[in-house]
T-cell receptor, first 114, second 115 residues
Framework: EAGVAQSPRYKIIEKRQSVAFWCNPISGHATLYWYQQILGQGPKLLIQFQNNGVVDDSQLPKDRFSAERLKGVDSTLKIQPAKLEDSAVYLC????????????FGPGTRLLVL | AQSVTQPDIHITVSEGASLELRCNYSYGATPYLFWYVQSPGQGLQLLLKYFSGDTLVQGIKGFEAEFKRSQSSFNLRKPSVHWSDAAEYFCAVGPNAGNNRKLIWGLGTSLAVNP
């Protein structure tokens, strides 16, 4: 069974530039999560989708971050414009259903904003 | 407020020694409890989870965890550590009811294993 795929794996940009991350979840998984993990910290949920609807985006900085889930499958996360403090690993995870289900994580995208 | 505390930021053990990683939580009711591991260069992987029933939970890679309601704890244990266990370990809690349906994550414990 293929796991959660993410691209790119690494990205270096300058502040005020824009960047986009892509995630392909495990086939059949209804729930998709985007997390931000800053070095030395645990994952912080940015947005959670159930199929193609948003369940929780309370910690998404909506003035600069946006996310969509296309046809309830793939998802993209965009940052525009990027700030220095956005340097982090962006993790995508998927699960069959709700919070009690195991979340399967992709390898992450490491973003460095200069 | 809901929170998860992993008191130990970094732990070093010798290979073959026993291991216990601590996790304490503050929650309104008995939550769902999880332990995930993040190995260098790899994604997070579930080790084990507790929902209800037997308070001693067995997981993958020889890990187990015990839920203690009176202490609001869910400590992770392994009787004999292998060098490949060196990784970052995260405790997470989630609601078993209500509208807030997301996990709260601890800051993690970094485990180093000496040969």
């Amino acid at each position: 069974e293929a796991g959660v795929a993410q691209s790119p794996r690494y990205k270096i940009i300058e502040k005020r530039q824009s960047v986009a991350f892509w995630c392909n979840p495990i086939s059949g998984h209804a729930t998709l999560y985007w997390y931000q993990q800053i070095l030395g910290q645990g994952p912080k949920l940015l947005i959670q989708f159930q199929n193609n609807g948003v369940v929780d985006d309370s910690q998404l900085p909506k003035d600069r971050f946006s996310a969509e889930r296309l046809k309830g499958v793939d998802s993209t996360l965009k940052i525009q414009p990027a700030k220095l403090e956005d340097s982090a690993v962006y993790l995508c995870a998927s699960s069959l259903g709700g919070v009690q289900e195991t979340q399967y994580f992709g390898p992450g995208t490491r973003l460095l904003v200069l | 407020a809901q929170s998860v505390t992993q008191p130990d930021i970094h732990i070093t053990v010798s290979e073959g020694a026993s291991l216990e990683l601590r996790c304490n939580y503050s929650y309104g009711a008995t939550p769902y409890l999880f332990w995930y591991v993040q190995s260098p260069g790899q994604g997070l992987q579930l080790l084990l989870k507790y929902f209800s029933g037997d308070t001693l939970v067995q997981g993958i890679k020889g890990f187990e965890a015990e839920f203690k309601r009176s202490q609001s704890s869910f400590n992770l244990r392994k009787p004999s550590v292998h060098w490949s266990d060196a990784a970052e370990y995260f405790c997470a809690v989630g609601p078993n009811a209500g509208n807030n349906r997301k996990l709260i994550w601890g800051l993690g414990t970094s485990l180093a294993v000496n040969p």
